[in-house]
C-alpha cells in the first residue's frame, strides 16, 4: 500500500506535467492531437488521485498505523465516521483533499459540452498548474502515505474539538468552494490571454461561480454552527484569523456574482469582474497559506506545520502573472466597456455593491493581518480581536443591507424616481414600524434598532417584488396566486432565486444582530439544590454524575428547567475526558426554540456538590442557521436558470488545428 500510494502521488506530478507541456505544444503547433492527449492526461490524474484518495480512506478506516499520518489522527475506538473524516484532519490529507477536488472539477471542465471552446486548452493548462503544484507539494513535504519508525499499538486520535457532525460537512464544503474558484479563474485568465473581452468566459462560468459560493456559503454557516455546539463560549463567529480566511473569498465572489450581471446586460464593469475573480481565488490560496503558514494564532490552523513557504511563494508566482496579464489587456478592457448612464440607477446601485462589498474584504483582511505587520514593523504584537471588527464592520454591513433593499426597486439606466418613491413606501413603512414597534416595547440599543429595522426594511421589499410579479402574472394569465407564483418563478429563476438568497440573508442579519446586541450571560457557582436565574428562566442543579463510554470519562450534570415557572425539562451538560487527549471536551446542553436558545454549560466543579455553570440566553440564534437553509435554497434554485449561449468554435483563436 505504501508503494501504491507514492506511485500514485509521483504519477500525479508526472502527468500533470506532461498534459501541460501537451496543452502548451498544441497551442503552438495548432495541433489537435496533442490537445487530446492532453485531455486524456487530465482523466488520468482524475483516475490516479482516485486511487489515492481512496487508499487513504481504506488506511484510515482500518487503522493502518504504521502509517504516520492514520497514527497520529485516528486511534482504535474512534468512530468509523470520524476516522474517515480524519482524511482532512491534517496537512497531508486535506492536500490530498484538495488535489483530488482539483482533479475532479478539471476533468470536469475538459469534458464538458463545451470542450471545443478555444479558451478549453488555455483553461486546463492554468488548472493543471495547480494540480502540478499540490502533488508536488505533497510529495516534498506532507506525504500522507509516509510510514512511522515502528507501528505503535494504538494511534494518538482525533481532537475532540473535531469529534463532531461539522468536521464532515464544514472542512469539505470550504475545500468544494475554495477549489471551485480557479474554474472561474481558469476562464478569466484564458479570455485575458485570448484577448476575448465579451461575456462568454462569464456566461460558461456562471454555475461554476454560483456552485464554489453557495459551498462557500454552506461552509462558513457549518463552521459557525459547529463553533456554538462545540467550543463552548456560546458563539458562532469569533473572527479567527482562519474563519476570516473563508469569509474573505465568499466576500469577494459575492460582489463577483452580482457585477457580471451588469457584463452580461449592459457590458460594463469588466475590469472589476476579472480583478474580482482573480481576487478570489488569489484570497482561496491566502486562506490556505494562513492555516498552513504557523504565522497567526488560530483554533483552526496546522500549528506544525511548515508549508507556509510554498503557499506563499505559489500564491505570489499566480497573483504576478495574473496583474501581468490584466496589465497587458488593460487598454482593451477600457476600450470594450460602456460606461455608466445614471448615477441614480441599477448599474451605479451594483457598482456601490461592489465598493462595499471590497471595503468590507479589506477591513477583514487589514484586521486579520495587522498582527504579522506591526510586529514585522516594530517587533510589537498588537492583537485585534473581536471588538474591531465588530465596530468596523457593522456600519459596512447595515450599508450593504440598506443598499440590498433598495437595489431591486431601481430600475436600468435612467428610472423615474416617482416610481421608485411609490414601490419603496410599503416596505420602508414596515421597516419604520418595525422600529416604532421595538421601541414601544423598551428594546434598548439604538443601533441594534436601526439594523433590525433595515433588516425588516430588506425583507418587505423582496415580499413585495414575489407580490408584484405573482400579482401581474395573475392579471395578465387570469391563474390562481399559486400558479401565477409558480410560473413567475420558475420562467426567472435567477432572478428570483437570488431573491430567495436575499430573504435568506435579511433572516439571518436578524439573528446574528439579536443574539449580538440582546444576549444575557451569568457564570454562577451553585450547591446541589441550589436555584439561580438568568432572565425569565430558572436553572436548579440536581447532581453531577460520572460515567465511562468508549474508554472515555463523562462527566454530566442533571439541571431542572423552567421558563416562566413552567418546567422545560432537564438539560444535561457534559465534560468528556478522552484518553487519548489532555484536555477535557465541553458538551453544550441547548434548549431551542425560534425566539431563543437557552445555552448551558459545565465550567468547572470543585466537588459532586458544588458546580460552575456558565448558562446564556441567546435570541434568535436558530434564525441564523434558518437563514443559511434559505440561502441555500435559493442558490440551488438559481443554479438551474438560465441557459448561456456560448459559441462552439473548434479552434484556437479561429484557426484550425491539425489531426482530427
Given at each position: ?24 505544444i ?14 486524456g492526461?487530465?482523466l ?6 482516485s ?10 478506516g ?13 486511534n ?30 478539471a ?17 486546463s ?34 481532537n ?21 474558484l ?12 485570448l ?5 462568454e468566459?462569464?456566461k460558461?462560468?456562471?454555475r ?5 459560493w ?58 472589476w ?11 482561496s ?39 501581468y ?13 460602456n ?5 441614480f ?34 517587533g ?25 433593499a ?8 435612467k ?6 418613491l ?12 418595525t ?11 439604538i443601533?441594534a434598532i ?16 414575489f407580490?408584484?410579479g405573482?400579482?401581474a ?10 400558479k401565477a ?15 430567495i ?12 444582530i439579536?443574539?449580538?446586541?440582546y ?19 430558572e436553572?436548579t ?6 460515567r465511562?463510554?468508549?474508554g472515555?470519562?463523562?462527566v ?56 460552575t455553570?456558565?448558562v ?45
Open positions: 500500500m505504501y508503494v501504491i500510494g507514492n506511485i500514485a502521488l509521483y504519477l500525479g506530478i508526472v502527468i500533470a506535467a506532461y498534459s501541460l507541456l501537451a496543452n502548451i498544441g497551442m503552438i503547433k495548432k495541433d489537435n492531437r496533442w490537445l487530446e492527449s492532453a485531455r492526461g487530465v488520468s490524474l482524475l483516475f490516479v488521485s486511487i489515492a484518495a481512496a487508499l487513504l480512506l481504506y488506511l484510515l482500518t487503522s493502518q498505523f504504521q502509517f504516520k499520518y492514520v497514527a497520529t489522527y485516528t482504535e475506538t474512534l468512530p468509523l465516521i470520524y476516522k474517515l473524516s480524519a482524511f482532512w484532519a491534517g496537512n497531508a490529507g486535506s492536500l490530498m483533499l484538495w488535489a483530488f477536488l482539483l482533479c475532479v472539477y476533468a470536469m471542465v475538459v469534458f464538458s459540452k463545451e470542450k471545443r471552446n478555444p479558451m478549453m486548452p488555455y483553461v493548462s492554468i488548472m493543471l498548474v495547480n494540480i502540478l503544484f499540490f502533488f508536488t507539494v505533497m510529495v516534498l513535504n506532507a506525504n500522507p502515505f509516509e510510514m512511522t519508525g515502528s507501528i505503535p499499538p494504538d494511534g494518538k486520535g482525533l475532540p474539538m473535531l469529534q463532531n457532525p461539522g468536521m464532515v460537512v464544514h472542512p469539505v464544503t470550504l475545500y468544494l468552494g475554495y477549489v471551485g480557479s474554474v472561474p479563474f481558469a476562464f478569466g485568465i484564458a479570455a485575458l490571454i484577448k476575448r473581452m465579451d461575456a468566459w462569464i460558461l462560468t456562471r461554476w461561480t454560483l456552485t464554489a453557495m459551498f462557500l456559503t454552506i461552509g462558513n454557516i457549518v463552521g459557525g454552527w459547529w463553533a456554538y455546539l462545540e467550543l463552548g463560549w456560546g458563539g458562532y463567529w469569533a473572527w479567527d484569523p482562519v474563519e476570516n480566511a473563508s469569509f474573505l473569498p465568499w466576500l469577494t465572489v459575492s460582489a463577483f456574482l452580482h457585477s457580471v450581471m451588469i457584463q452580461e446586460r449592459k457590458n460594463m464593469l469588466k475590469t469582474n476579472v480583478s474580482l475573480i482573480i481576487l478570489s481565488y488569489i484570497l490560496l491566502f486562506g490556505t497559506f494562513l492555516v498552513r503558514s504557523g504565522i497567526l494564532t488560530s483554533v483552526h490552523a496546522f500549528g506544525d506545520s511548515n508549508l507556509g513557504t510554498y503557499f506563499l511563494v505559489f500564491m505570489s508566482f499566480m497573483m504576478l502573472v495574473s496583474i496579464i490584466v496589465m497587458t489587456r488593460y487598454q482593451l478592457i477600457k476600450k470594450e466597456s460606461q455608466v448612464e445614471s448615477y440607477s441599477k448599474e451605479s446601485s451594483f457598482l456601490v455593491n461592489n465598493l462595499i462589498f471590497v471595503a468590507a474584504a479589506f477591513a477583514v483582511f487589514w484586521g486579520t493581518m495587522y498582527p504579522l505587520i506591526s510586529e514585522t514593523l516594530t510589537a504584537k498588537i492583537n485585534v480581536g473581536a471588538p474591531y471588527f465588530n465596530k468596523v464592520m457593522a456600519p459596512i454591513m447595515l450599508s450593504l443591507i440598506v443598499l440590498m433598495v437595489c431591486p426597486l431601481i430600475a436600468w439606466q428610472p423615474a424616481v416617482d416610481k421608485f411609490k414601490s419603496m413606501m410599503w416596505p420602508l413603512a414596515v421597516g419604520a414600524a422600529g416604532i414597534i421595538l421601541t414601544v416595547l423598551g428594546v434598548k440599543g443601533f436601526i439594523g433590525l429595522s433595515s433588516a425588516s426594511f430588506m425583507l418587505a421589499t423582496h415580499i413585495q417584488e407580490m408584484r405573482t400579482s402574472r395573475m392579471k395578465a394569465t387570469k391563474e390562481n396566486p399559486w407564483a409558480y410560473r413567475l418563478t420558475a420562467k426567472n429563476q435567477r432572478r428570483y432565486g437570488g431573491y438568497v436575499h430573504i435568506g440573508i435579511a433572516v439571518l442579519a436578524i439573528g446574528v439579536s443574539s449580538q446586541a444576549s444575557k450571560e451569568v457564570m454562577k457557582t451553585v450547591n446541589k439544590g441550589e436555584s439561580f436565574t438568568i432572565g425569565k428562566y436553572l442543579f440536581n447532581s453531577l454524575a460520572e465511562m463510554k468508549d472515555n470519562g463523562i454530566t450534570a442533571d439541571v431542572d428547567a423552567s421558563y416562566k415557572g413552567k418546567s422545560i425539562g432537564k438539560i444535561m451538560p457534559e465534560k468528556i475526558f478522552y484518553e487519548t487527549w489532555p484536555e477535557p471536551s465541553s458538551e453544550v446542553a441547548i434548549k431551542t426554540n425560534l425566539a431563543e436558545d437557552l445555552y448551558v454549560v459545565v465550567s468547572s466543579w470543585e466537588s459532586r456538590d458544588k458546580v455553570f456558565l446564556k440566553v441567546n435570541p434568535f440564534v436558530s434564525w441564523i442557521w434558518a437563514g443559511g437553509i434559505i440561502m441555500l435554497a435559493g442558490t440551488v434554485f438559481a443554479l438551474f436558470g438560465g441557459k448561456p449561449t456560448l459559441s462552439r468554435i473548434p479552434a484556437i483563436a479561429g484557426q484550425k488545428f491539425k489531426g482530427r
